[in-house]
């Protein structure tokens, strides 16, 4: 069986703007219904004893507007994690003066760049051919759209919406030939997580990520 961590914003990081706790229960209850066994923390003193035992690591925090005084313990543990990494949403402003995480993320949020219109109806399409894409070429649900992620060249984009006259990746793969991480902008809130196809992207991501 899968074993997968959460972890969670609300505890060591947290916003004022995003209800970390019932996204991280419905992300793990999407993963119960796929056969994962998952826990949840929102402290890293709780996530350290977890990480040795997961197959995979599901990232739903926020980094706030700047450097977080616990972001170097925070990188040790995540940076020494050998299993699959599963980033949403808001986490892509984490460690946001660290290259080594940007580079393993494969993209982040740029501050005084990327933004998001007001919260309202998305419509994602899928980018070329990939297996995690078949079935699903569209998707949509009520988030907020990510616009102008910084995506580095090595990523592999699998959606992508369409804000300004413009094409915005919003959810990718990254594949070096060790652990594997996927990214999903995708869930500000649990009404983001209604749609069938966003709960079926969510288990693919995971299971794409923890088998490496």
Request: hydrophobic share 40%.
């Amino acid at each position: 069986m899968t074993r997968a961590v959460v972890f969670s914003g609300g505890g060591d990081y947290v916003d004022p703007w995003h209800p970390f706790a019932e996204t991280s229960t419905e992300i793990a209850r999407l993963l119960r219904e796929d056969g994962v066994e998952v826990d949840i923390v929102d402290q890293l003193g709780g996530l350290d004893p977890l990480l040795s035992a997961a197959d995979l690591l599901i990232l739903n925090a926020g980094g706030g507007g700047h450097p977080h005084p616990l972001d170097q313990r925070a990188r040790h543990l995540i940076g020494g994690f050998e299993g699959g990494l599963l980033v949403v949403h808001v986490a892509a402003t984490m460690f946001p003066a660290d290259p080594v995480w940007e580079e393993r993320l494969g993209g982040r949020w740029v501050r005084g760049t990327t933004m998001h219109p007001e919260r309202g109806p998305l419509m994602l399409r899928a980018v070329g051919d990939n297996v995690l894409t078949r079935g699903i070429e569209k998707v949509e649900t009520v988030d907020e759209a990510y616009s102008w992620l910084r995506v580095s060249d090595h990523a592999d984009v699998l959606y992508a919406h369409e804000y300004a006259d413009a094409s915005h990746a919003v959810v990718w793969l990254v594949d070096h030939g060790g652990p594997r991480t996927a990214y999903s902008a995708l869930g500000h809130d649990v009404e983001a997580y209604e749609a069938p196809e966003v709960r079926d992207l969510l288990r693919r991501l995971a299971r794409w990520a923890a088998s490496a």
